[in-house]
């Protein structure tokens, strides 16, 4: 079993709706915890990172963090075309980041 | 101009053929990592540079030797290339803070026929 795992999708929504993305873990050791963005033939840049329990927004992005399930959530808000891309969950205890394999969005206008 | 610039773009070799993918940063990090991605598998950690004299195995160096030639500076090299090494291979640069936060270059098609 992958210690992160991630639903590949791919996910199809209508622009303006709310996407939920998700990453199970099974390393408790896991604290700090990321969201990459990656477009197509571009290398990852990273869109949110936080630390421990709790959320985090950042416009139109909201990350969640749920240490007690090892369950981490991205949601986008009034979905742009422009949010097309890949996400990718990253975590670590303290160093080298473990990623999961990546869910690939689409939003149609 | 990019931050973490890698080059080449797009690369196509035979297997048995030895190559150099090369990364340069402009950000004045540290510490340098290469990974490569493969379709249902994410990024997987190759090697990685915290400094000029310091180098080290990632999850899945066999087959892949560094060089870290400069702070700036970080190659990586495929002694003997085989059709399983086809895959997008990434530089990034980290200030080394706690929890890694990674800046990516382009990233570097590579095709072993």
């Known amino acids: 079993q992958k210690e992160v795992e991630q639903d590949p999708g791919p996910l199809s929504v209508p622009e303006g709706a709310i996407v939920s993305l998700n990453c199970t873990y099974s390393?408790?050791?896991?604290?700090?915890f990321m969201w990459y963005r990656q477009y197509s033939r571009k290398g990852p840049e990273l869109l949110m990172y936080?630390?421990?329990?709790g959320n985090k927004e950042d416009g139109r992005f909201t990350a969640q963090v749920d240490k007690s399930s090892k369950y981490i959530s991205l949601f986008i808000r009034d979905s742009q075309p422009s949010d097309s891309a890949t996400y990718l969950c990253?975590?670590?205890?303290?160093?080298?980041?473990?990623f999961g394999s990546g869910t690939q969005l689409t939003v149609l206008p | 101009d990019a931050d973490v610039t890698q080059t080449p773009r797009n690369r196509i070799t035979k297997t048995g053929k030895r190559i150099m993918l090369e990364c340069s940063q402009t950000?004045?990090?540290?510490?340098m990592y290469w990974y490569r991605q493969d379709p249902g598998l994410g990024l997987r950690l190759i090697y990685y540079?915290?400094?000029?004299?310091?180098?080290n195995k990632g999850e899945i160096s066999d087959g892949y030797s560094v060089s870290r030639q400069a702070q700036a500076k970080f190659s990586l090299s495929l002694e003997s290339a085989i059709p399983n090494q086809t895959a997008l291979y990434f530089c990034?640069?980290?200030?080394?803070?706690?929890?890694?936060?990674?800046?990516f270059g382009s990233g570097t098609q590579l095709s072993v026929l």
């Open positions: 936080t630390y421990s329990s």
């Open positions: 990253a975590m670590t205890p303290l160093g080298q980041l473990t």
């Open positions: 540079s915290f400094d000029v004299k310091d180098i």
């Open positions: 390393n408790s050791a896991f604290q700090y």
């Open positions: 990034a640069t980290s200030e080394g803070q706690p929890g890694e936060k990674l800046f």
């Open positions: 950000k004045g990090h540290d510490r």
